[in-house]
């Protein structure tokens, strides 16, 4: 095993339950705004498709294909009118809430408390993550795990998107850190392990959902508790 010095975690579906607060703001803008009456559809439905068309969105933002003010926006739009509501202007109140309210939420993995602590006491901790900085700042205050990082990279504050190689190198260089001496750990497959993996650095899957994959990560684990026996 590597003696490891630096350790640049990704925070949405690593550390911060991004899914499920997520799903709970939006839910409750769906009644504030009424929604799911006005798209007559039932939130289920709606959220699926929600989801399916924010995924295409965040794609095309990591590859540089939309702009943050487009994606905020327009993964809402774009929902409303596949059910056949073509309001942009409630697309815009939605977004505006959405990113107002989420940051608030404080939902974590079962574990991250106690891992932060205990690697914080033998390592650099760092963060690497393309949310948006006035969204992704309030996550880490109010989910209190601000503390644990040394340095926080938020791709908008960069030229460059997670899986490119360049933020990766960038966040080294921001931590003092030796490609051979740090290890990612993150959810994200191609974003986070493939990418780092890229340029010769280790990581630790967080593979939640339990996903297959012919790709090899250096560790993969199914919890965060389970990154203790690691490191």
């Not at 007559?40 to 590859?63: C, G, M, P, S």
């Not at 891992?115 to 963060?127: I, R």
């Not at 393309?130 to 908008?156: H, P, T």
């Not at 593979?207 to 508790?225: D, G, I, R, W």
Request: negative net charge; contains cysteine; glycine residues 4%.
């Amino acid at each position: 095993m590597k003696s490891y010095q630096h350790i640049f975690f990704d925070l949405d579906r690593t550390l911060w339950d991004f899914d499920t607060n997520s799903k709970v703001v939006i839910i409750n803008i769906c009644e504030r705004l009424g929604v799911n009456k006005k798209c007559k559809v039932d939130f289920e439905t709606f959220y699926a498709v929600y989801q399916q068309i924010n995924h295409e969105l965040w794609e095309q933002y990591r590859n540089g294909k939309v702009s943050k003010e487009f994606l905020s926006v327009e993964r809402f739009h774009a929902s409303f009118q596949h059910f056949g509501l073509d309001d942009l202007s409630l697309a815009t109140q939605f977004s505006h809430d959405y990113v107002t309210d989420s940051p608030y939420m404080t939902g974590l993995f079962p574990g991250t408390h106690e891992l932060l602590q205990y690697l914080h006491k033998k390592y650099k901790l760092h963060l690497i993550t393309n949310g948006f900085a006035e969204v992704q700042l309030i996550k880490l205050r109010e989910s209190k795990l601000q503390d644990y990082f040394d340095q926080v990279i938020i791709s908008e504050y960069t030229p460059w998107k997670k899986p490119s190689p360049e933020i990766f190198h960038y966040a080294l260089e921001k931590a003092n850190a030796k490609i051979e001496e740090s290890i990612m750990i993150g959810d994200d497959l191609g974003a986070d392990i493939k990418a780092s993996a890229a340029i010769g650095m280790d990581q630790i899957w967080t593979n939640f959902e339990k996903e297959e994959s012919a790709f090899k990560p250096t560790y993969e684990v199914f919890s965060l508790l389970e990154i203790l026996a690691i490191l």
